[in-house]
Structure formats: structure tokens, C-alpha cells
């Protein structure tokens, strides 16, 4: 691909995956990890995939790139990476999400420069630059926006420099509301039943409940027994999943679903390396494979270098009420704060915060 960087695996699997679970304690599965080395960056950030086009793009928030990875449509192995500036380096380009209502698009957002961007990444031309086609500032005095995602005509967006939650309407950005929130909020997500949207709060060991009809807000503090400092949030099977990424000292492997009506139903890994794991982000396997119900994990080393970077599946029951399986992958580079997950149709994605590089966890070909 001209002018992209030769691409290589730069790491293999350090170990083999196995599964925990009844009838296959120790087992190894047939699985791999490698790693695929971005251009140099000090935080790489969040990652997201084109609907129905083989590219990836990654946010870098240390110089503001974007960088587009090519995937191959058959293997899903990575075969480009090219990296663009989206923006001054101070910007410090960071969430991601994919526009329904503008085809091809996404959403990005500026946590240094206080902007919401609509971006054509141009997924049809590898090596040709994205294109910022509109700019919103964050308005009434709101700063820092983290993570983005499009609701119909609304934007919610965490702001970690002012502590609260802003509801935009982007066909017309006058029209917004600000939630305060504690410090600090990361990720929002709506209930699939109560059209609740909540917010995990890392610095606060709660989560923001927000009731988008009246404005009103609860907060729902985690528990001291099930762990702390909330981080990865989404909407899933039944509510909101969140994860609990712990303190310096340990993980407790713990996350939870918010139910329809606040309340939250906690599960806990239990296999030895899952009941001390560091939880930071979780996904759920694409809409539409006619799979098992599957949940991802990416455990972090981001808050302790005692922890184990690592990609968790936990297989449930129909149900979604009881774990059946656990299957436990380790990054071949340790101690790089594993920082967010991807599932796509046959392998899943994960970036490594502090060494520029992207892991992929593929099934070995029978």
C-alpha cells in the first residue's frame, strides 16, 4: 500500500490461552495473539470499525493522529497502518464513534482543544487524509471531552475536564443541557429498557444514573465488597454492563449489569487469574454472528504494574445470568496499560496505551 508503513506481527502469543470452566480447566483453546506495531505515540487510545469497509481507526491522543489500519476482508489480519494529524498536537484527539446519521462519518473529539468533530476518514483511500467537516465547541463553559456517542440527533459526551455530562442536539448545537457529574465521568451509555443513560465515574467509585426526560440524576456508589473505580460502560443483553478496574494494590475481577431499575447484578471471574484482574473495557460479540452469548474483558496493567494485561472471554448462559466458561488470553507485551477492546466477526482488537501498538486475538484455523 503506498506510503503506508510495512506492516509485520512485532509479537506472538507469550503463552497459550486457555479456558476455565466445567470440563475444560487448563485446556488450551485454538486461539493466538500478535501485535502490530502503530506509528510512535505516548497514549493510544480508543479504536472503532467502518460498517461494512475493512478499516479500523485508532485515535492517538498524545499528537492527535488518526490512524487508519487496513484490514485484510477474508483473514482480518492488519495489512496498512497510516497515520494523519487530526488537528493540533495539543488537541489531544480521543474518542471515537461510528454516525448513523451521517453514513461513512464519525464523531471525534478534541479533550485538549474543547471540539466535537464530524470526520470523513475517506475509508475508500487508505493513504488519503481525513477530512474534518464540521467543528461544535463544547458550549456553556463545559471542558475536556472524553468519550462521544450519537443518539439519533443527540450527542452525549463525558467532559473529564469539568466533571459533567453534556446532551447535545448536533442538527442544532444551541440546544444542550449539562449534568454534573463527580470526578471523573469516562464512558455513557442508555439502558435498552428505561432509556436511562448511565455514566461510569472513576474517581468517584460510582456510577451517574440520568433520567433524559426530566433531567433528573442519581448516583449509584459501588459497592467496598464487589471492588471500585468504574470505567468501561455499555449498553448490552438486558442493561448496561460496567466493569471495575480496582487500585494500585489489586482488581477483584468484578462487573456488573445495571438492570431496568438501577439496581445492579454483580458478577465476579473465577479462575485465579480473573479474581484479581484489573478490569478497564468490555465488548460484546457483533450483533447478528448467531453465536454463544459472549462477553470480552480487557484486564490493564494501567493502575498497577502488579496487574496482567490480558483479553478475558466469558461465555454465559442464554440467559445471561450465569458465567459457563472463561477463556483467558495474555498480551505478548506485559506492563503496556491495555487500553480498550474490538470485537469484530472472527478476531478481536485491542490497543496498548503506552507502547503504540494494537494486539489481535484470532481462532487458529482448524
Request: hydrophobic share 35%.
Amino acid at each position: 500500500m503506498a506510503g503506508a508503513l510495512p506492516v509485520t506481527p512485532v509479537g506472538a502469543a507469550a503463552e497459550p490461552v486457555r479456558r476455565a470452566g466445567p470440563g475444560s480447566e487448563g485446556v488450551p483453546s485454538r486461539r493466538s495473539v500478535v501485535e502490530y506495531e502503530l506509528p510512535p505515540a505516548e497514549e493510544t487510545h480508543e479504536l472503532v470499525k467502518l460498517p461494512d469497509k475493512p478499516v479500523v481507526l485508532v485515535s492517538q491522543m498524545s499528537n492527535s493522529h488518526l490512524v487508519k489500519l487496513s484490514l485484510d476482508p477474508g483473514t482480518e489480519r492488519v495489512t496498512g497502518v497510516k497515520a494523519f494529524t487530526l488537528g493540533p498536537k495539543d488537541a489531544m484527539l480521543h474518542g471515537l464513534a461510528v454516525s448513523e446519521r451521517h453514513p461513512g462519518r464519525i464523531w471525534a473529539t478534541h479533550e485538549g482543544g474543547n471540539r466535537l468533530l464530524l470526520v470523513d476518514p475517506r475509508a475508500d483511500e487508505p493513504d488519503a487524509a481525513p477530512r474534518v467537516e464540521r467543528e461544535i465547541g463544547v458550549p456553556g463553559g463545559g471542558r475536556g471531552p472524553h468519550y462521544v456517542n450519537e443518539y439519533g440527533d443527540t450527542l452525549w459526551v463525558t467532559l473529564k475536564g469539568s466533571d459533567q455530562v453534556l446532551a447535545l442536539d448536533h442538527t442544532r448545537p444551541e440546544r444542550f443541557r449539562l449534568f454534573d457529574a463527580k470526578p471523573h465521568p469516562i464512558f455513557a451509555a442508555r439502558h435498552p429498557g428505561s432509556g436511562d443513560f448511565y455514566v461510569s465515574q472513576d474517581g468517584a467509585s460510582a456510577v451517574l444514573r440520568i433520567d433524559p426526560r426530566s433531567g433528573r440524576t442519581t448516583q449509584l456508589p459501588v459497592p467496598a465488597e464487589r471492588g471500585s473505580t468504574p470505567v468501561g460502560l455499555i449498553s448490552g443483553p438486558g442493561g448496561v454492563w460496567v466493569v471495575l478496574l480496582g487500585t494500585e494494590k489489586a482488581g477483584t475481577g468484578t462487573f456488573g449489569r445495571i438492570d431496568e431499575d438501577g439496581s445492579i447484578t454483580w458478577h465476579r471471574l473465577r479462575e485465579a487469574r480473573g479474581r484479581s484482574a484489573s478490569l478497564l473495557h468490555l465488548a460484546f460479540e457483533r450483533p447478528g454472528t448467531g453465536r454463544e452469548p459472549v462477553l470480552w474483558l480487557l484486564a490493564s496493567s494501567i493502575v498497577s504494574d502488579d496487574a496482567r494485561d490480558q483479553i478475558i472471554r466469558v461465555r454465559f448462559d442464554a440467559s445471561w445470568t450465569h458465567i459457563v466458561e472463561e477463556e483467558y488470553a495474555a498480551l505478548p507485551t506485559q506492563l503496556c496499560k491495555a487500553h480498550r477492546l474490538l470485537p469484530l466477526a472472527n478476531s478481536v482488537l485491542a490497543t496498548e496505551l503506552t507502547t503504540f501498538t494494537v494486539a489481535q486475538l484470532t481462532r487458529t484455523p482448524d
